[in-house]
């Protein structure tokens, strides 16, 4: 009788997790933007400009063509250029990702331009969202640091 048990017992078992496996997919949806290792400048008081940084991992292609947050009126795409001796911000109107690509924004490069600075009182985190062309949207709750 264990005979005839324990292989049905083993497919039953197979099948379940089959089934599991199966449904993964269709109960959380598959990221193509992952946001990590970020955080947002606390300005010196008075000062109405920040900045955020963090890193974006794509699994699909990715165009980032707006950012926002509660913290701040606007929020802007920057990168770096050199002008001489100068490092000057310029605003870039998009950020695409291919598949696989990771992209960090760190101070001295890539950043999120945050104008018109306006945190809750007491805020110690704060949101960021990244728009892609399709609508997408991906929000990140980061820390807020001096530096
Ligand atoms: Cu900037």
Redesign the pocket.
């Known amino acids: 009788m264990n005979a005839f048990r324990a292989p049905g017992l083993a497919l039953l078992f197979a099948t379940l997790l089959a089934s599991a496996v199966g449904c993964a997919p269709a109960e959380e949806a598959p990221r193509t933007l992952t946001l990590s290792e970020g955080w947002i400048r606390l300005p010196p008081p008075g000062q109405d400009r920040s900045?955020a940084y963090l890193t974006l991992a794509a699994t699909a292609s990715v165009t980032l063509v707006a950012a926002e947050s509660p913290l701040a009126q606007r929020v802007?795409f920057?990168t770096m250029v050199r002008d001489g001796d100068l490092m000057r911000?310029r605003q870039l109107p998009e950020v695409s990702l291919a598949p696989g690509e990771t992209r960090r924004f760190a101070p001295g490069g890539d950043?999120l331009?945050l104008f018109g600075w306006a945190p809750p009182a007491e805020a110690r985190v704060g949101e960021i969202t990244l728009v892609d062309a399709d609508g997408t949207r991906y929000t990140v709750t980061l820390p807020l640091r001096e530096r």
């Open positions: 900045a802007e920057h911000m950043h331009m």
